[in-house]
């Protein structure tokens, strides 16, 4: 599989709709995305069932400033819907395929706990 483009059209949906989902957040005058691109493409390839997109920072400007991207090259990583892993800067390709390898292992029950526990902390009491 090749990796999709991801726009403010699709963003949403494309992390909604797929099990895990791995986005590179770049821009075509960075170099470390440049240099960062074919690792990603190799990942894609070697991980059909995973969703691997690219967004354009240049193009998608609303979509990254959402995300609250602040340095490119930028990889986030989501299970279910949820952001599983965020982190800026270019991967080689054995951390990058250790990162695929934690994310499809992780105990989504036990992300969801951890997630509703935050909650329950943050929220006012009446």
């Known amino acids: 599989m090749t990796?999709?483009?991801?726009?403010?059209d699709n963003f949403e949906s494309t992390i909604k709709d797929n099990d895990i989902v791995l986005v590179d957040f770049w821009a075509p005058w960075c170099g470390p995305c440049q240099q960062f691109s074919p690792i990603f493409e190799r990942s894609?390839?070697?991980?059909?069932?995973?969703?691997?997109?690219?967004l354009d920072t240049e193009a998608e400007q609303r979509v990254a400033a959402a995300a609250g991207i602040t340095s490119i090259p930028t990889l986030m990583a989501f299970r279910e819907g949820?952001?599983?892993?965020?982190?800026?800067?270019?991967?080689?390709?054995?951390?990058?395929?250790?990162?695929?390898?934690?994310?499809?292992?992780?105990?989504?029950?036990?992300?969801r706990a951890d997630i509703a526990a935050q909650n329950n902390k943050s929220a006012p009491e009446n």
Do not use: C, Y
């Not at 990796?3 to 403010?8: A, F, K, P, Q, S």
């Not at 894609?44 to 690219?54: S, T």
């Open 3 to 8: 990796t999709i483009e991801l726009t403010d």
């Open 44 to 54: 894609a390839q070697d991980n059909p069932d995973i969703v691997h997109g690219k």
């Open 82 to 111: 949820i952001l599983v892993f965020n982190q800026a800067g270019a991967l080689q390709a054995t951390a990058l395929a250790q990162v695929v390898e934690s994310v499809k292992n992780l105990d989504m029950r036990g992300v």
